[in-house]
C-alpha cells in the first residue's frame, strides 16, 4: 500500500513568484486536505477537497487554491508569495466514510520564501 | 481564536516512567479528539483518538483521557520509551473531518 506522497520536498521561491506543491493520496483514499505548518506552530487547516470540489476552506486568502485530479492526487498553488508563506506544507489524505478524523499525511514540502 | 491549546512546549521524562500531555480546547462542536506524533523531517502520524462521548481509550502503551466538562484531554505514556522522543500534537475534528491542531509538545525521554 502507497502511502501519501509529496512533491517536492524543498524548494526556495522570492517573494511575488507563484508555487505549486504536488500531492499523491495513499491508495483508496478520495479526499485529500492541505495544511500550513510554520514553525514552531502545529498544521493549519487550508482547504479541503473532496470528488474534484473543495469541501471546506480555512482562514486562507484567495491566492491559496487548489485542485483535485480523477484519480484523487492533489495540488497546492500559491500566487503572490509573501515572505510569511515560508512553511512547512503538509497533504493529508483521507477515506470519506466512517472514519474518526484520523487524516494520512505526507512528508511535506518545505517551502522557504525569500 | 485558539481552539486548540497544549501550554507546555517541552517535557522531559526518564525512560520507564509515565509521559503525561496536556491539551485544552474551547469548541464543543468538535466529536472526535486525536493525538499525532511528528518526527523531525517526517509527516504527523496518528497515534490514537477518542469520540467526545467517551471519557477513556487506551492502545497499548498509549491511553487517552477526556474530561468534557473540564473541556481537557491528556494522553499517558506508560511506561515512556527513547523512541517516544517526538513532537506530540493534539487536534479536535468536527463533522467535515478538518483537524484543529494545537502547538505541539516537544516529549523527550531520556534513556
Known amino acids: 500500500e502507497t502511502g501519501v506522497t509529496q512533491s517536492p520536498t524543498h524548494l526556495i521561491k522570492t517573494r511575488g513568484q507563484q508555487v505549486t506543491l504536488r500531492c499523491s493520496s495513499q491508495?483508496?483514499?478520495?479526499?485529500v486536505s492541505w495544511y500550513q505548518q510554520a514553525l514552531g506552530q502545529g498544521p493549519q487547516f487550508i482547504f479541503q477537497?473532496?470528488?474534484?470540489?473543495?469541501?471546506g476552506r480555512g482562514n486562507f486568502p484567495p491566492r491559496f487554491s487548489g485542485l483535485q485530479f480523477p484519480n484523487y492526487s492533489s495540488e497546492l498553488n500559491v500566487n503572490a508569495l509573501e515572505l510569511d508563506d515560508s512553511a512547512l506544507y503538509l497533504c493529508a489524505s483521507s477515506p470519506r466514510t466512517g472514519d474518526t478524523g484520523e487524516l494520512f499525511f505526507g512528508e511535506g514540502s518545505r517551502l522557504t520564501v525569500l | 481564536d485558539q481552539q486548540v491549546k497544549q501550554n507546555s512546549p517541552s517535557l522531559s521524562v526518564q525512560e520507564g516512567r509515565i509521559s503525561i500531555l496536556n491539551c485544552d480546547y474551547t469548541n464543543s462542536m468538535f466529536d472526535y479528539f486525536l493525538w499525532y506524533k511528528k518526527y523531525p523531517a517526517e509527516g504527523p502520524t496518528f497515534l490514537i483518538s477518542?469520540?467526545?462521548?467517551?471519557d477513556k481509550n487506551e492502545d497499548g502503551r498509549f491511553t487517552v483521557f477526556l474530561n468534557k466538562s473540564a473541556k481537557h484531554l491528556s494522553l499517558h505514556i506508560v511506561p515512556s520509551q527513547p523512541g517516544d522522543s517526538a513532537v506530540y500534537f493534539c487536534?479536535?475534528?468536527?463533522?467535515?473531518?478538518?483537524?484543529?491542531f494545537g502547538s505541539g509538545t516537544q516529549l523527550t525521554v531520556l534513556p
Open positions: 487536534a479536535g475534528s468536527g463533522s467535515a473531518r478538518q483537524l484543529t
Open positions: 477537497y473532496y470528488r474534484e470540489e473543495e469541501n
Open positions: 477518542i469520540s467526545s462521548i467517551k
Open positions: 491508495s483508496g483514499h478520495n479526499t
